[in-house]
Nanobody
Framework: VQLQASGGGLVQPGSSLRLSCAGS????????VGWFRQAPGKEREFVAA???????FYSNSVKGRFTISRDNAKNTVYLEMNSLKPEDTAVYYC???????????????WGQGTLVTVSS
């Protein structure tokens, strides 16, 4: 499985942004996919994850603002981010694996990351 994350950019606080994670390989549609982020000087942290079935869960810091979804026909997972805050600034990574968890070391495949900057 190969992953390509895209959609990052510079936005103002309160804005919205949608990230995409395009996957290749015939097992992507049956894989769990997670989004993680890493801010400068901080450790990578869990953001959201979606199972192959479509069920999902979120970190408390983004719950109610971010929505993860998948389109298996397009082999793509999305992260819709609303009401963005400066503390959401980070490099966002998507990852795929057999199980949807909050732990980065349980994912087998990683995308290259896309930078999101929230600033006025």
């Amino acid at each position: 499985v190969q992953l390509q994350a895209s959609g990052g950019g510079l936005v103002q606080p309160g804005s919205s942004l949608r990230l995409s994670c395009a996957g290749s390989g015939r097992t992507f549609s049956s894989s769990a996919v997670g989004w993680f982020r890493q801010a400068p000087g901080k450790e990578r942290e869990f953001v959201a994850a979606i199972r192959w079935s479509g069920s999902s869960f979120y970190s408390n810091s983004v719950k109610g603002r971010f929505t993860i979804s998948r389109d298996n026909a397009k082999n793509t997972v999305y992260l819709e981010m609303n009401s963005l805050k400066p503390e959401d600034t980070a490099v966002y990574y998507c990852a795929a694996g057999g199980y949807a968890t909050v732990h980065s070391n349980t994912y087998d495949y990683w995308g290259q990351g896309t930078l999101v900057t929230v600033s006025s």
